[in-house]
Nanobody
Framework: QVQLVESGGGLVQPGGSLRLSCAAS????????MDWYRQAPGKQRELVAT???????NYADSVKGRFTISRDNAKNTAYLQMNSLKPEDTAVYSC???????????????WGQGTQVTVSS
């Protein structure tokens, strides 16, 4: 049974920091590209950051320079370090995994349940 479980969300003041974690189980974590998405009420879901199975990263322009995505394959965990937080960063942040296989042998992608991040003074 594949599970992605996010943690680390909460309430923080503008300019503050949070680190989100995404703990994976039931999967060969190292072969998955890992993403963080976010969705605010009334807005489309936005891809925030990606880290591939090889360690390459990419960020949305809105978070570049402030957020850092990382992974620890030994712990089957992906992270999103969020610094210099702004009110517009307020959203539910969700972890997403997508395998790197050349063939389809299962669902191939999985979602966590999400964790709320609120940036407010």
């Amino acid at each position: 049974q594949v599970q992605l479980v996010e943690s680390g969300g909460g309430l923080v003041q503008p300019g503050g920091s949070l680190r989100l974690s995404c703990a994976a189980s039931g999967m060969i974590f190292r072969i998955y590209n890992m993403d963080w998405y976010r969705q605010a009420p009334g807005k489309q879901r936005e891809l925030v950051a990606t880290i591939t199975s090889r360690g390459s990263t990419n960020y949305a322009d809105s978070v570049k320079g402030r957020f850092t995505i990382s992974r620890d394959n030994a712990k089957n965990t992906a992270y999103l370090q969020m610094n210099s937080l702004k009110p517009e960063d307020t959203a539910v942040y969700s972890c997403h995994a997508h395998d790197t296989l050349a063939i389809r042998i299962g669902p191939g992608e999985y979602w966590g349940q999400g964790t709320q991040v609120t940036v407010s003074s």
